[in-house]
T-cell receptor, first 112, second 115 residues
Framework: KNQVEQSPQSLIILEGKNCTLQ??????????LRWYKQDTGRGPVSLTI?????NTKSNGRYTATLDADTKQSSLHITASQLSDSASYIC???????????FGAGTTVTVRA | DGGITQSPKYLFRKEGQNVTLSCEQN?????MYWYRQDPGQGLRLIYY???????QKGDIAEGYSVSREKKESFPLTVTSAQKNPTAFYLC??????????????FGAGSRLTVL
C-alpha cells in the first residue's frame, strides 16, 4: 500500500529561525514528489515538485530535497517569517496513476 | 486570472438532507478531483474525472455522487447516505506535466457542517 509519513506532526519556531520537515514514502513506482503549503481554512498551494532525477529544488526560502534511494524528502525553511505559519503537506505520485498519496501534514507555527 | 472556484465556502446541513458543492475551473484542465480533509489525516480521494462525461470512484466514494457534464465543472453531492459528512472538501484539477507529473491546483475549499 502506498503510504506517506510526515514528521514532526507539529513544531513551533521563533521568527528568523530555520526548520526542517521530513517526509518518508513507500509509493511505487515513483513518479514525483511535491510539497504544498496550506494556510488554515484554505486550499493547498504548491511549493515545489521534484521528479526522480532531481535531488534539490528551491522556491525562495523553501528548499526541498529528495533521496529516491531511501525514499525520503525534506523541506527546509530558512529565516522563517510569521507568514510561514501553516500546514505543509508532502504528496507523492506513482507513475501512470491519477491517484496521489498524501501525508497528514506538519503544522508549523512561527512566533515573534 | 485562471483558477478553481469552490462554493459555498461554508455550508450547514441537517440530518437527511442532500447538499451539492460547486467546483468550477477555467484552467482548461482535463482532470478534476474531489478530496475530503479531516483533522490529523491526509487528504482522501472521493471521486475523480479524467474527461467529460466520465468519472471514477476514489477511496471513499460511498455516500457521495458527482457529474462531469462540462469540462469546467465537477459538482459534488453529499447524500444522506454519507454517515459522517462534516469535513473540509477540496476540489482540484490537473494537466499532464511534460515530465509526466500531475501538477495539481486546488480550490479554496468548502467546509460542510452537519447540524
Amino acid at each position: 500500500k502506498n503510504q506517506v509519513e510526515q514528521s514532526p506532526q507539529s513544531l513551533i519556531i521563533l521568527e528568523g529561525k530555520n526548520c526542517t520537515l521530513q517526509c518518508n514514502y513507500t509509493v511505487s513506482p515513483f513518479s514525483n514528489l511535491r510539497w504544498y503549503k496550506q494556510d488554515t481554512g484554505r486550499g493547498p498551494v504548491s511549493l515545489t515538485i521534484m521528479t526522480f532525477s532531481e535531488n534539490t529544488k528551491s522556491n525562495g526560502r523553501y528548499t526541498a530535497t529528495l533521496d529516491a534511494d531511501t525514499k525520503q524528502s525534506s523541506l527546509h525553511i530558512t529565516a522563517s517569517q510569521l507568514s510561514d505559519s501553516a500546514s505543509y503537506i508532502c504528496v507523492v505520485s506513482a507513475r501512470n496513476d491519477y491517484k496521489l498519496s498524501f501525508g497528514a501534514g506538519t503544522t508549523v507555527t512561527v512566533r515573534a | 486570472d485562471g483558477g478553481i472556484t469552490q462554493s459555498p465556502k461554508y455550508l450547514f446541513r441537517k440530518e437527511g438532507q442532500n447538499v451539492t458543492l460547486s467546483c468550477e475551473q477555467n484552467l482548461n484542465h482535463d482532470a478534476m478531483y474531489w478530496y475530503r480533509q479531516d483533522p490529523g489525516q491526509g487528504l482522501r480521494l472521493i471521486y475523480y474525472s479524467q474527461i467529460v462525461n466520465d468519472f471514477q470512484k476514489g477511496d471513499i466514494a460511498e455516500g457521495y455522487s458527482v457529474s462531469r457534464e462540462k469540462k469546467e465543472s465537477f459538482p459534488l453531492t453529499v447524500t444522506s447516505a454519507q454517515k459522517n459528512p462534516t469535513a473540509f472538501y477540496l476540489c482540484a484539477s490537473s494537466i499532464e506535466h511534460p515530465s509526466g507529473a500531475n501538477v495539481l491546483t486546488f480550490g479554496a475549499g468548502s467546509r460542510l457542517t452537519v447540524l
